[in-house]
C-alpha cells in the first residue's frame, strides 16, 4: 500500500511518425483524485490504452499499484478498474448478466460475484436496476452501471475516459459525485476530461497537451489568480 496508485514514468508512444505521447510523467496517489485535463487529440485515449495494455508500452515504465505492467502484466491489470469513453454494457442483457459476465472473466466465482454484484449496484445506486435490461436504463444509470461492473475487483485505481460524454448536466453532476465518493473508500481515480468545470481546487492535474504534459499540481495552484481556464488557454496556446 506504500506505491502510488498509478506511476507513469518516461513514456512515450507513436502510431508510424505521429508522435501520439512524449516522455509522459504522471503519479495518482493512493485515495486521490486526479484529472488528467486535455483537449480531443492530446493524447488522453492513448496514455488510458497504454495503461490497460490495449497497447504495449515499449518505452518508459508503467506500474498499477507496485507491479510493473510489462512484467507482471496479470499481477497489474488484476489492480484495475476502467470506465472507457465508449459504452462497454451489451445493452440487449440485463445489468447482472452484464455484471456475471464481467467477474467471469475476472475469475471471480459465483458465489462471491453474487455478493459483490450487490455490494458495487448499492454503491451506484442502482439496486433496484439489476434485472432491467441496459438498454432501458438513461444514460447516467448505463454510466453508474459500467462504474459498477469497473469496481468488481475491488481494484486500487479507476480509470475513466471521458465519462460523462453524452450525458445531460444533472447525470454528468451524479457521475462526477460518485466517483469522487469512491476515493474516501480508498479508491484511486485517473479522471480524463476535457471540461474544466469537472475540475475542483483540491484535485491534482496533470495537463496534457500535443501528447506531452505541459503542467501539473493542485488545481488552485494552476489556477493562480487568473483561474484555471485562463491558465489552461495560456499553456496550451503557448504550445500551439
Known sequence: MDNPALEVLGVSHAFGRVVALRDVELVVPRGRFVALLGINGAGKTTLFSLVTRLYDNTSGV??????????A?????????????????????????NLSYHAALHGIDRATARARMAEVLAQVDLADKAGMKVAALSGGQQRRAEIARALLNRPDL??????????????RREVLALVRGLTMGGVSVLWATH???????????????????????????????EGLT????????AEA
Open 195 to 225: 471540461i474544466l468545470d469537472e475540475i475542483a481546487p483540491e484535485d491534482l492535474v496533470y495537463v496534457l497537451h500535443q501528447g506531452a504534459v505541459l503542467a501539473h499540481g493542485e488545481a488552485r495552484d494552476l489556477a493562480g489568480a
Open 230 to 237: 485562463r491558465a489552461f488557454l495560456t499553456l496550451t496556446e
Open 73 to 97: 502484466p496479470g499481477k497489474a491489470l488484476a489492480r484495475l478498474g476502467v470506465v472507457f469513453q465508449t459504452r462497454a454494457l451489451d445493452s440487449d442483457l440485463t445489468v447482472a448478466q
Open 62 to 71: 508503467i506500474r498499477v499499484a507496485g507491479h510493473d505492467l510489462r512484467r
Open 158 to 171: 479507476l480509470l475513466l475516459d471521458e465519462a460523462t460524454t453524452g450525458l445531460d448536466v444533472r447525470s
